[in-house]
């Protein structure tokens, strides 16, 4: 597991304060590290998906509401996943119109089975633990990329991996674009 901890300065820009990296096999693991770390007052913290726990795929946004896309994207998405989509917790976020060439609503749809959510859950709630959030690296990268983003000017943040890198680029505080390039760190 690796762990990053990042507070706000004076300033109000954001600091890693703490980073580290430590074997851990399971979440139950992984929670009783970040319980010794910070001496059982875990502050707020997400949970960043490994690359097989979740689907990522473009897609255009239906003509409803923002609130109702999710629901009526679920028979469109059927293809890209191996469970029920009736059981896949959805997650769309808008790309920004002002970066787009025609009039449309594309979006980026994040896809995973509700029951490994509710695992996941079930499973840190067992060792005392909430997630603030659950992410997955794409989100996790675009929240890090957004902090230094300057007004009408997309950004962009590479992140090389053990196995493989990341490119993301956002606008406004949203993801453009993610990019999963076949580049270890090593290389």
Known sequence: MSCA????????????????T????TQADVIHVLQREWKRRVPATALVLDRGQYSLAATEAPDVPREEWAEALRWQLSDLVEYPVDDAVLQLLAVPEATQLRASNASIVLMCSH????QLDTEAADEGMVWSAIEVPETALRNICALGEEDGKAHALMVFGEHYSVLVVTFQGELLMARTIEVALSS
């Open 115 to 118: 029951q490994q959510a509710l």
């Open 22 to 25: 430590q074997h851990a096999d």
């Open 5 to 20: 901890s990042v507070e706000t300065a004076e300033d109000g820009l954001p600091v890693l304060s703490r980073l580290f």
